[in-house]
T-cell receptor, first 111, second 116 residues
């Protein structure tokens, strides 16, 4: 089955700086890679996703890059703000399968 | 659009009780629903995939006789935790896809289950 590794587990950045979270996956058949933001006790919220036929996608301050050859994808958040503090999960999926999540990154934005 | 409603949001019950959790797609038909479990400070783990009108597919290590899944219609899937014990206490979240392999999963609000 799919295995998704996520790093770092905790990331602390100064407000206004950029944050980068990296994930690797094992199954070359995976073709959909979403990123979720989860606040304590709440549902995961999709913040951006990318398909395997695309190398990069951007939405305002958030961007995701995908390297299919190396089987890794990254989340980039620029100009971080206090409200960006949360736990972020990467995930991978092939076909109609359920998502395999990474272990999560606790992002802390220091004022 | 693409709203998934999950009930109840919080359940506290005694050990040995069976608990049913409902997951409904309110404004779309969900051919496939997924059930995840999340222990405190951990990631979401896929438990099973539920397809309308057919038996659920369980992930390795998930007991199908303990976690009964029914997907009787295109808008409703239920998860029943049978004879629940304290170690079953967790956050259970369902999600649904509208169709198409690249479509995002829409998550319910989750159910926090506490077994005393």
């Amino acid at each position: 089955g799919e295995n998704v590794e996520q790093h770092p587990s905790t990331l602390s950045v100064q407000e206004g700086d950029s944050a980068v979270i990296k994930c690797t996956y094992s199954d070359s058949a995976s073709n959909y890679f979403p990123w979720y933001k989860q606040e304590l006790g709440k549902r995961p919220q999709l913040i951006i996703d990318i398909r395997s036929n695309v190398g990069e996608k951007k939405d305002q301050r958030i961007a995701v890059t995908l390297n299919k050859t190396a089987k890794h994808f990254s989340l980039h958040i620029t100009e971080t703000q206090p409200e960006d503090s949360a736990v972020y999960f990467c995930a991978a999926r092939g076909g109609a399968d359920g998502l395999t999540f990474g272990k999560g990154t606790h992002l802390i934005i220091q004022p | 659009g693409a709203v998934v409603s999950q009930h109840p949001s919080w359940v506290i019950c005694k050990s040995g009780t069976s608990v049913k959790i409902e997951c409904r797609s309110l404004d779309f038909q969900a051919t496939t629903m997924f059930w995840y479990r999340q222990f405190p400070k951990q990631s979401l783990m896929l438990m099973a995939t539920s397809n309308e009108g057919s038996k659920a597919t369980y992930e390795q290590g998930v007991e199908k006789d303990k976690f009964l899944i029914n997907h009787a219609s295109l808008t409703l899937s239920t998860l029943t935790v049978t004879s629940a014990h304290p170690e079953d206490s967790s956050f259970y979240i369902c999600s649904a896809i509208t169709g198409g392999w690249y479509q995002p999963q829409h998550f319910g609000d989750g159910t926090r289950l506490s077994i005393l």
